[in-house]
Structure formats: C-alpha cells, structure tokens
Nanobody, 113 residues
C-alpha cells in the first residue's frame, strides 16, 4: 500500500531554515510528480510546491517563491523541501502527496521567536 512519511519539521526562529523529507513507497515513485502541501492552524490545506516526475520542472505557491526549493531523489524514492527565510506565517503541518488522495501523517513546522 502507499506510504508517505514526512520528517524534518521542528521549531525554528523567523529567518531560519529547515529541510523536510518525504519517503515514499507503494507506488512507482519516478512515474509521478510530487507535491508539498501545508495546513496552517485553523485553516485548510494549501498547495506549496510541485516537482515533475523527472525533477526537471517545479511550481511554487507565490507565498513561498524564492524562499523554498523542492527537489527529489528518484534513487531514494524521496522528495525534499528546503525552506529558507522562514516566516511566522509558514507555521503549519506539511504533507507530501503524489495524487492528492494519499497523505502521510505530516510534519509540524513552527516558526516562532
């Protein structure tokens, strides 16, 4: 069955950095684009970034453009999200998905001074 395991979240000060990972199994990883979403406290889930199956094309939400970088390693079935210049409003639970239907447990990112 499909498994998506996010990790790398934590507590960071504004301006800091974190690198999230999502280890995937149960489907042909290199056949799918991969996506990061997030759910801020009290709000709905929102799109963050997407990367093509070969990793040669990326899309970002305007709110993270220039600060976040999505990448993938198809040899490790893992997608990453490098988050720099973090802001208070980046606080959320971060999820990865390949199809919008399967989700992991998420990883909490808290940006606070």
């Amino acid at each position: 069955q499909v498994q998506l395991v996010e990790s790398g979240g934590g507590l960071v000060q504004p301006g800091g950095s974190l690198r999230l990972s999502c280890a995937a199994s149960g489907f042909i990883f290199n056949g799918y684009p991969m996506n990061w979403y997030r759910q801020p406290p009290g709000k709905g889930r929102e799109f963050v970034a997407s990367i093509s199956s070969r990793g040669d094309s990326t899309i970002y939400a305007d709110s993270v453009k220039g600060r976040f970088t999505i990448s993938r390693d198809n040899t490790k079935n893992t997608v990453y999200l490098q988050m720099n210049s973090l802001k208070l409003e980046d606080t959320a639970v971060y999820y990865c998905t390949h199809n919008g239907g399967d989700w992991g447990q998420g990883t909490q990112v808290t940006v606070s001074s």
